[in-house]
């Protein structure tokens, strides 16, 4: 088992991992669903860097890259490391797309294949493109692999240095060694690492030379002499678990010990280039992290793809695996059932009081992120986004295994530490009575019409199409896979009907249903962020009898999911059962939202005599029940609507 990382032609790979399941595992998990979880198990998971490779393990092996323009002092000083060093982990207060960054992205991706990136990096004047690709074989997980090259962007100094910093650290309960005899004049040739750990068995990592025609900083100060930067540098620490996504501030203090030393020994006025102080010591000894640099001049090639590939690329880039536990207030405060007016104020108020707030988990989370710089998790009512161009693919992704006892899922996924250091403290706490948008059931209705048009899969010659289509090419694996989560599915839905409801007869509103209209939790005079459409215009001031258009929508959409599911496994009753809760949304939708003089759907809240009256914002709100797909085509309301989008008045952009 080998892993190969080359620089210039960094490669690195990863050979025959080995991932072992116990017995009862083997039997739970179907063949396909085993290759499904091989396929995946490595890949640039850590999308809140630019490009860092882990597998799907909670405390196992994570590696990462960073990098630096050296030509000068005052580049590397003003940089901090950020935008003239770009380093990962970042901490809260700095994120990926910095001043100095003049874009990034994925021109092409395959979750169980791999792809490129192209990094154009104008603070440090180059252009990396970072090659991940992943190769079958081996008993689990099979082998992966990545390749950087760099090319002086345009405004590059003559004679451009790039220093090259990959880390490799394990977590929990395993090793990570460097096998090379300690040197301290450096690693000539490969650099070799042995590790283990119960999940990955044993493994090798091979960091490479590279080619002959990398270039390396000639020796311009008698320093060089100590150390030739034409060999490659290892620094081995050993760090407590909690601190190893630190990588930054960690490189920092190894830096700093190295620059002190050179300056103790040559003076400030005689210190060596900034190419050969910014590098780590020479220091291979037993650790749980290792630091390999090299140092580099001139390039190494970027290549582009189209945009549109890059699109679809980025967001299956964007997938990453999370783990770690999550900060929830449990307390379940009468405040949070916000039924007086001006609850917005008692809420605040309940939530300053922090009197539930505990650290559950810890779990784990792979998913889509809604961008890599600004929200590096896994946002739910984002995620049913994210998957609709992804399931033409690969239906394989879901949330369903965080929903708790009572049928709640965190509407935003922050997941330990590194999680955490991204978001400020007051929106780090996830609140049992806040929902999201269930658009992770666009999959399910997306799977289901895909089964009934019984279309035959396209024939391919790609190896893993067999997982991709698997549930489509056989009803039974299809039905055994919904069937399994249809219970989280069914608990799911109840927990919305339960804390999202809204109120019909305490105003003596008209309509088909005395049950379905519902509001949103979390609500304040500025936003609903639990919505989704966090700022758009809604009535004021919020009243605990509002009606949301936006939600029964959803609550319809999700019903009508859940109808076809239980009627797709046999659930007959159930089907049933969810046929008559769609058709009562479908009528109330009319009854408490359409407004005959506005013509068009609208909130509804609670005026100063006491009355239901409608609020028109005309926009995304109006349409909702058509975006949805709850109009039939009969529908009186649906020429209006069909107006409203095409009006260039109001809707319609010409």
Not at 355 to 366: N, T
Not at 431 to 454: E, W
Not at 518 to 546: F, K, M, N, V
Request: glycine residues 8%; contains cysteine.
């Amino acid at each position: 088992m080998q892993q190969l990382w080359r620089l210039s032609a960094l490669f690195l790979t990863l050979v025959s991992i080995n991932i072992f399941f116990s017995q009862a595992q083997q039997t739970v998990l179907s063949e396909n669903q085993k290759r499904s979880n091989e396929s995946l198990l490595w890949g640039p998971y850590r999308p809140n860097l630019y490009f860092g490779v882990r597998p799907r393990i909670p405390k196992s092996l994570t590696t990462g890259l960073l990098w630096a323009r050296t030509d000068n002092f005052e580049k590397v000083q003003h940089s901090e490391l950020s935008p003239g060093l770009i380093l990962a982990p970042l901490s809260s207060s700095q994120h990926l797309d910095h001043e100095g960054m003049a874009g990034y992205g994925w021109d092409e991706y395959d979750v169980r294949h791999g792809g490129r990136q192209t990094i154009h990096d104008a603070g440090n004047s180059i252009d990396l493109t970072t090659e991940f690709v992943k190769i079958p074989g081996g008993e689990h997980g099979g082998s992966w692999g990545v390749r950087i090259k760099g090319e002086p962007r345009a405004d590059a100094p003559p004679r451009q240095f790039t220093a090259l910093v990959f880390y490799a650290a394990m977590e929990g309960f395993g090793s990570l060694q460097v096998e090379n005899e300690p040197d301290e004049l450096g690693v000539e040739g490969s650099v070799n690492m042995a590790g283990s750990s119960n999940e990955l068995g044993d493994f090798t990592l091979e960091i490479t030379e590279g080619p002959a025609t990398n270039a390396h900083p000639p020796a311009t100060h008698r320093s060089y002499a100590e150390k030739p930067l034409d060999r490659t540098m290892v620094d081995s620490l050993q760090t407590p678990d909690e601190t190893l996504w630190q990588a930054k501030p960690l490189l920092f203090s190894e830096l700093k010990k190295e620059i002190d030393e050179m300056i103790a020994q040559y003076g400030s006025e005689q210190a060596p280039p900034p190419w050969q102080i910014f590098t780590i010591p020479n220091n291979i000894k037993e650790g749980n992290m290792h630091l390999v640099q090299k140092v580099f001049e001139g390039p190494f090639e970027p290549k582009y793809l189209p945009f549109a590939q890059s699109m679809l690329s980025n967001l299956i880039g964007g997938i990453g695996y999370f783990y770690g536990d999550a900060v929830v207030d449990r307390s379940y405060a009468p405040e949070f059932e916000e039924e007086n007016e001006g609850f917005w104020e008692e809420t605040a108020e309940a939530r300053s009081r922090a009197a539930g707030i505990k650290l559950e988990g810890p779990s784990e989370l792979f998913t889509s992120i809604p961008s890599r710089p600004f929200f590096p998790r896994g946002f739910l009512w984002d995620e049913g986004f994210h998957l609709l161009p992804v399931a033409d693919w690969d239906m394989d992704l879901t949330w369903f295994n965080l929903i708790d006892d009572d049928g709640w899922i965190a509407r935003e996924q922050i997941l330990g530490q590194e999680a955490r250091s991204k978001v400020p403290q007051e929106f780090q706490i996830q609140y049992p009575h806040y929902a999201n948008p269930p658009t992770l059931f666009l999959i399910f209705d997306s799977l289901l019409s895909k089964l009934r048009s019984k279309n035959p899969v396209k024939p391919t010659s790609d190896p893993l199409e067999s997982i991709r289509s698997a549930h489509l090419q056989d009803s039974k694996s299809a039905i055994a896979y919904l069937k399994d989560l249809y219970p989280l599915l069914k608990r799911h839905y109840f927990w919305f009907r339960k804390t999202q409801w809204g109120d019909i007869k305490s105003y003596d509103r008209e309509a088909f249903s005395t049950k379905e209209a519902y509001r949103w939790r979390g609500r304040t005079p500025s936003h609903i962020l639990t919505s989704g459409l966090d700022d758009y215009p809604r009535a004021q001031p919020p009243h605990p009898g509002e009606l949301h258009t936006d939600l029964i929508s959803w609550m319809g959409l999700m019903t009508r999911s859940m109808r076809r599911i239980a009627g797709f496994i046999g659930e007959s009753e159930d089907e049933r059962e969810f046929e008559s809760y769609e058709k009562a949304i479908v009528r109330n939708i009319d009854d408490l939202h359409w407004d005959q003089n506005a013509k068009t759907y609208c909130d509804a809240t609670i005026d100063d005599y006491e009355e239901s009256v409608h609020v028109c914002h005309k926009g995304y709100i109006s349409i909702f029940p058509f975006l949805t797909g709850l109009l039939p085509p009969d529908s009186p309301r649906l020429g209006p609507i069909l107006d409203l989008i095409g009006d260039e008045e109001e809707l319609w952009t010409p």
